[in-house]
């Protein structure tokens, strides 16, 4: 088990919203004291006090906490944290009867100005950490729908760093790429960053991007730049459902799979298609890391896993 640091105070300064349940915030450490070195790939667990409902209709105040990867460069003054709702607010746990989630409350409750705990992880094996050593330098990141906060800080540190010798390519895969947002009943963007991804790829030679939509009929939308590119269906599926090569599909020079590294973050069903079923059962399938290996041959040590949570089906899902 890795060992926790003590704790920091950050404040929040400022809000803006990614996604309908999606919010980056940007922290600042309260004095320079509160301020700590990290590398690109770190999460921090950050926790606050929240009110919550209880089975019996009560609210229950209690301090709760969650992991983040950093989002912004270790080169920058603030720090910024992408935090996504996944469960449902006033999802009530059957087990112990009281809601469980975090991320719906600290939108609702936690505001610009307050601060929160902060504990850094001071476990030297994390995330992208080969990357931050310099020993990694051609990058294919696979994203889920929740998933591309630490590429946002390494394309972040690239950009600063300037001549950096990394590229990156980021194969990201979404849904779709609107949803209807209740709260303003308009059609908004489902998909993190894809602006700014846009426009850092537009802008930097050693950076592109893959999107791909698993639910759209067809391809949403055009690219008009060769470092763009924009596609439907799941990573390593052809439409009429035989295997694709998508690593070397869009590393068609490549002579050598193993000079790739391929850092992973998502869900559990994104990254080795492990699913809880709604009875509480386990379900192991195939995700990015067995097509990586079982479709392109990619070897286990040039793969680098990130899992954000285990994934729940939901009644319905397919
Ligand atoms: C190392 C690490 C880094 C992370 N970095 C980030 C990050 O940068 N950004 C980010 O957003 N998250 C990140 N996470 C996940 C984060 O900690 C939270 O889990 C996430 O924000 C969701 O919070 P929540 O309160 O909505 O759900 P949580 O209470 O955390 O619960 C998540 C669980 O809810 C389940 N769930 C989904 N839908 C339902 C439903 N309808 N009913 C019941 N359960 C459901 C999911 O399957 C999942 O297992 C990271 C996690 C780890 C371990």
Redesign the pocket.
Known sequence: MSHVSEGYEWQIVDRIKETPD?YTYTFAPVTASQKFEFTIGQ?VTISTLLKRPTVTGGLEESMVQ????I?SSPTRDLIE????????YG?INPSTEKA?????YFFEQINKGDKVNVRSNPNKDHFLSRIAAGNEKNIAYWSGA?GA?SARCLIQYMEDMKNMDVNLTLFYSNPTLHIKDEQSDRSSLNVIYYEWLIKMARKMDNFRVIFTFTREKETPVHSDHPRVRFRIGRFFNNPDGTKEKTLSRYYEDLDNIDSIFNPICG?SGFINGTV?LPDGKIKRGNGIKQNLEEIEGVKPYKIDV???????T?PGDK
């Open positions: 999606t999460f969650r992991t983040y990867s989002a944290l992408t935090i996504k709702g996944e469960k449902p999802y469980d989630g975090f991320a719906e929740n906060e869900s809880r990130e899992q954000y949570y285990l994934q729940q939901v």
